[in-house]
C-alpha cells in the first residue's frame, strides 16, 4: 500500500518492470532508426548490387547495435530515476530479489556503472596499456595470465556446459539460457565493433593523445576494432549467467571475469576502456535473457 499522504503517485517498481519491456523496444528502434538513416545518407551505398547488399546489412547491424546500447541506457536511467523519486517520496519498495542476488534492475545499474567507469578509464589508457606493452609486467603476472584468457573463448563455454550437462541434470534446463546470454553478448560486443575504429595497443603510436587512437566509424580491420573486448564479454556474460544458477560460486566466476581483463589489458589486445566497455555490454545482455528466462520458462 502507497502511503496515501503523499500528492504525487508513481508506478510501483512492479508496474514499471512491465512496461520497460516496451520502452526498451521504442527506444531502440529509434535510436537504430536515426542511426542507419544517418549513415546511410552520409556514407552512401556503392553501385555495385552485391555490394549494396553487403554495404547495407554492415550498417543495419551496426544501427541495430548502437540502438540497443543506447534504449539500454534510458532504459536504466530510467529505472534509476524512478527508485530514486520513489525514495524521496516516502514509498517503500518491496521487491524480491533472487537468491543470488542477480536481478534485472542491479544489472542494469551495473550496465551503467561499467559505462561511467569506462569513460573515466579513458584517462589512464594510455599509460597503463604503453606500461604494458613496453613488458615492464613481471614475468610472472604474464605466465599467470595468459591460461585465463580461455575462460573468454567460446569453447570454453561448450565445456563448461558439457560439464554442467553430465554432472548436474537437474540443472539441463537451464543450459540453453546460459548458451543465450554468452552467445547473444558476444554478438552484440562484435557487433558494436563496427560502430568506431580504434586502434589497438599494440598498434597504437603512443606518443599520441587517447583521442588519437578513435578513428572513422564502421570499421573493417580488425586493428580498429579495439573497442569492446569480446573476450570480456563472453567471459562476463558466462560468469553472470553461471551465478544465477549456482549462487554459491559467484566470486569464483566473476573472479575468473576479471582475470581475463587483466590478460586482454596486459598482451596490449585493449585498452582498459575496451574491457570495461565489454562487461557492460554483457549485463545489458543478460539483464534482457533474465527477464526472457523468467516470463517466459520460470526456469532462472
Same mark, same amino acid.
Given at each position: 500500500? +502507497?502511503?496515501?499522504?503523499?500528492?504525487?503517485?508513481?508506478?510501483?517498481?512492479? +508496474?514499471?518492470?512491465?512496461?520497460?519491456?516496451?520502452? /526498451?523496444?521504442?527506444?531502440?528502434?529509434? =535510436?537504430?532508426?536515426?542511426?542507419?538513416?544517418?549513415?546511410?545518407?552520409?556514407?552512401?551505398?556503392?553501385?555495385?548490387?552485391?555490394?549494396? !547488399?553487403?554495404?547495407?546489412?554492415? %550498417?543495419?547491424?551496426?544501427?541495430?547495435?548502437?540502438?540497443?546500447?543506447?534504449?539500454? &541506457?534510458? !532504459?536504466?536511467?530510467? @529505472?534509476?530515476? %524512478?527508485?530514486?523519486?520513489?525514495?524521496?517520496?516516502?514509498?517503500?519498495?518491496? *521487491?524480491?530479489?533472487?537468491?543470488?542476488?542477480?536481478?534485472?534492475?542491479?544489472?542494469?545499474?551495473?550496465?551503467? $556503472? =561499467?559505462?561511467?567507469?569506462? !569513460?573515466?578509464?579513458? @584517462?589512464?589508457?594510455?599509460?597503463?596499456?604503453?606500461?604494458?606493452?613496453? +613488458?615492464?609486467?613481471?614475468?610472472?603476472?604474464?605466465?599467470?595470465?595468459?591460461?585465463?584468457?580461455?575462460?573468454? %573463448?567460446?569453447?570454453? *563455454? /561448450?565445456?563448461?556446459?558439457?560439464?554442467?550437462?553430465?554432472?548436474?541434470?537437474?540443472?539441463?534446463?537451464?543450459?540453453?539460457?546460459?548458451?543465450?546470454? &554468452?552467445?547473444?553478448?558476444?554478438?552484440?560486443?562484435?557487433?558494436?565493433?563496427?560502430?568506431?575504429?580504434?586502434?589497438?595497443?599494440?598498434?597504437?603510436? /603512443?606518443? %599520441?593523445?587517447?583521442?588519437? *587512437?578513435?578513428?572513422?566509424?564502421?570499421? $573493417? +580491420?580488425?586493428?580498429?576494432?579495439?573497442?569492446?573486448?569480446?573476450?570480456?564479454?563472453?567471459?562476463?556474460?558466462?560468469?553472470?549467467?553461471? !551465478?544465477?544458477?549456482?549462487?554459491?560460486?559467484?566470486?569464483? /566466476?566473476?573472479?575468473?571475469?576479471?582475470?581475463?581483463?587483466?590478460?586482454?589489458?596486459?598482451?596490449?589486445?585493449?585498452?582498459?576502456?575496451?574491457?570495461?566497455?565489454?562487461?557492460?555490454?554483457?549485463?545489458?545482455?543478460?539483464?534482457?535473457?533474465?527477464? $526472457?528466462?523468467?516470463?517466459?520458462?520460470? *526456469?532462472?
Amino acid at each position: 500500500m +502507497e502511503d496515501a499522504g503523499n500528492r504525487l503517485s508513481l508506478p510501483t517498481p512492479e +508496474e514499471l518492470e512491465r512496461c520497460i519491456p516496451y520502452i /526498451f523496444l521504442a527506444a531502440w528502434s529509434v =535510436f537504430g532508426a536515426a542511426v542507419l538513416v544517418g549513415v546511410l545518407v552520409s556514407d552512401g551505398l556503392p553501385g555495385d548490387q552485391d555490394r549494396t !547488399v553487403a554495404s547495407f546489412l554492415y %550498417h543495419a547491424v551496426a544501427a541495430a547495435v548502437s540502438g540497443y546500447l543506447a534504449a539500454g &541506457v534510458v !532504459v536504466s536511467l530510467l @529505472s534509476v530515476g %524512478h527508485r530514486c523519486a520513489r525514495r524521496l517520496l516516502g514509498h517503500k519498495d518491496l *521487491t524480491a530479489t533472487s537468491g543470488s542476488g542477480l536481478t534485472e534492475r542491479r544489472l542494469r545499474l551495473l550496465y551503467l $556503472v =561499467f559505462l561511467l567507469a569506462a !569513460v573515466a578509464a579513458l @584517462s589512464v589508457d594510455c599509460s597503463l596499456s604503453q606500461w604494458c606493452v613496453a +613488458e615492464k609486467c613481471p614475468r610472472f603476472l604474464n605466465d599467470l595470465l595468459d591460461p585465463f584468457s580461455t575462460f573468454g %573463448h567460446a569453447a570454453a *563455454t /561448450f565445456v563448461v556446459l558439457l560439464a554442467i550437462y553430465q554432472l548436474d541434470p537437474s540443472r539441463r534446463r537451464r543450459l540453453w539460457w546460459v548458451l543465450a546470454c &554468452v552467445l547473444l553478448s558476444a554478438a552484440a560486443a562484435n557487433g558494436a565493433k563496427m560502430l568506431l575504429a580504434r586502434t589497438r595497443p599494440q598498434d597504437f603510436d /603512443f606518443h %599520441h593523445g587517447i583521442w588519437a *587512437t578513435f578513428g572513422q566509424w564502421l570499421p $573493417v +580491420e580488425s586493428v580498429g576494432q579495439s573497442l569492446p573486448s569480446g573476450h570480456t564479454a563472453t567471459a562476463a556474460a558466462l560468469a553472470l549467467s553461471l !551465478v544465477a544458477i549456482y549462487p554459491k560460486g559467484r566470486w569464483l /566466476f566473476l573472479f575468473l571475469t576479471v582475470l581475463v581483463a587483466c590478460q586482454r589489458i596486459e598482451c596490449g589486445a585493449h585498452f582498459l576502456s575496451d574491457v570495461l566497455c565489454g562487461a557492460a555490454i554483457s549485463c545489458l545482455t543478460v539483464a534482457c535473457c533474465l527477464r $526472457v528466462g523468467r516470463r517466459y520458462s520460470g *526456469t532462472i
